[in-house]
């Protein structure tokens, strides 16, 4: 049974700092795409970053700067580090994994499984 679980949402104050995970089973996790996407009320999911199984990225321009996102694959783990968070940043966060190809790497409906989200909040 494929599982997304992540972790690491909460409230910060703009300018602070919060790190997600995302543990995965069920799969071979080495072999996917793994992303996070966020969604704030009234607005589609959009992919904030993603990374390929050969360590190509992908990252929304908004964040870009801000936003580091890795994989350790002996852990089967997706990490999201978030710095100089600012309000608009406010949403649920998901991890996702897939079979997207490195040029479309931010593309929502090309990821099979997803985790159950995780809040962030970013007070001004």
């Known amino acids: 049974q494929v599982q997304l679980v992540e972790s690491g949402g909460g409230s910060v104050q703009a300018g602070g700092s919060l790190r997600l995970s995302c543990a995965a089973s069920g799969f071979t996790f080495r072999n996917y795409v793994v992303g996070w996407f966020r969604q704030a009320p009234g607005k589609e999911r959009e992919c904030v970053a993603s990374i390929s199984r050969g360590a190509s990225s992908y990252y929304l321009d908004s964040v870009k700067g801000r936003f580091t996102c890795s994989r350790d694959n002996a852990k089967n783990t997706l990490y999201l580090q978030m710095n100089s968070l600012k309000p608009e940043d406010t949403a649920v966060y998901y991890c996702?994994?897939?079979?997207?190809?490195?040029?479309?790497?931010?593309?929502?409906?090309?990821?099979?499984?997803w985790g159950q989200g995780t809040q962030v909040t970013v007070s001004s």
């Open positions: 996702a994994a897939g079979s997207a190809p490195t040029s479309l790497l931010s593309r929502t409906d090309l990821y099979n499984w």
